[in-house]
């Protein structure tokens, strides 16, 4: 068997900088290219000690932990013993996340008699795998494993963020109240030119069973000032509460919204709760997030400490 040993060098050092490339990136953490080069560097020559035969004492458990130690060590420096604990935490985390996807393929990738091909009975009368992970396809698999791995980890750093600013929002009009979660969205200033009131947007579909049969799904096709005028002489037990809204849309195009007037508005972020009576309700026809996460735009106008008895009362 011919073992290349420069190949094996420059594969393990590719892959030790880009595991603790990935491991800074996660925890946004900054080093130097020469701490990371100089870290992978001698993770590589570890690797290339093992067909050294009397250096075989080397790969215990105990060394090849201190290595790794030795490792982030070289690559981030120590800051605290928490930072540094957390940084191992990473490194090892992804370690085994990459170890595992690039197993979990192969095993996905096999055929039934390369399985039983892999199966040797033991001494004892035991069976046991051999897993055999051919060389040049750890180095294709590997950096689709990563990128999977970023991109779940990404999606939830974004995901937890978001959460932060979403709340439960209940709108209570005429007597039919509807809950939902609403993202604060602390950039929106929509208001009622008129009034000076603020809009929250919600999905129309929240009030679908409320509102005339006629508009549905039209919210965004047809002008909200047609659907107002087509209320004209009808039963409409809302009609009265019904506003249009002008708005400036991406694209700075103009347009209206149809908007009603609640009894009130109770937002819960976090450990506070906020009421406000002063605020129209945009029908937004669409959906809002695309994954579910929230269904109304709360303006930031309406998360101000106001106790309940001071609303009612106004």
Request: with cysteine; net charge neutral; glycine share 10%.
């Amino acid at each position: 068997m011919v073992v290349y040993i420069d190949l094996i060098f420059a594969a393990n050092l590719l892959i030790d900088g880009i595991l603790l490339w990935l491991t800074g990136w996660m925890l946004k953490l900054r080093m130097p290219w020469w701490r990371l080069c100089l870290s992978a560097l001698v993770g590589a020559l570890y690797v290339v000690m093992m067909f050294v035969p009397d250096l075989s004492f080397l790969y215990t458990f105990v060394i090849k932990f201190g290595l790794s130690v030795f490792m982030l060590w070289i690559a981030f420096g120590f800051v605290s013993l928490q930072s540094y604990l957390r940084t191992m935490g990473a490194f090892y985390m992804i370690n085994f996340a990459a170890a595992g996807g690039i197993l979990g393929i192969h095993y996905l990738l096999q055929s039934s008699g390369d399985i039983w091909n892999g199966i040797m009975f033991t001494a004892a009368g035991g069976y046991a795998y051999r897993i055999k992970i051919g060389f040049w396809f750890i180095l294709a698999i590997l950096p689709l494993v990563l990128i999977g791995f970023k991109m779940v980890n990404s999606s939830r750093v974004r995901r937890e963020r978001l959460e932060t600013y979403i709340g439960e929002v209940e709108v209570e009009i005429g007597g039919v109240r509807v809950v939902c979660s609403g993202l604060l969205d602390t950039g929106n200033r929509l208001y009622d030119p008129l009034t000076r009131i603020p809009v929250m947007v919600m999905e129309a579909s929240l009030w679908e069973g409320h509102l005339p049969a006629s508009w549905k799904g039209r919210l965004t096709q047809d002008g909200a000032d047609r659907l107002l005028l087509e209320t004209d002489g009808q039963s409409f037990a809302w009609q009265d509460r019904m506003r249009l809204v002008p708005y400036r849309g991406v694209n700075r195009g103009s347009s209206f919204m149809l908007a009603l007037k609640p009894d009130l508005v109770t937002i819960k972020l976090g450990e506070d709760t906020f009421y406000s009576k002063r605020v129209l309700i945009g029908l937004d026809g669409g959906t809002l997030s695309g994954d579910g996460a929230y269904r109304a735009i709360i303006h930031p106008d309406l998360t101000q400490s106001e106790s309940k008895d001071a609303v009612m009362t106004s």
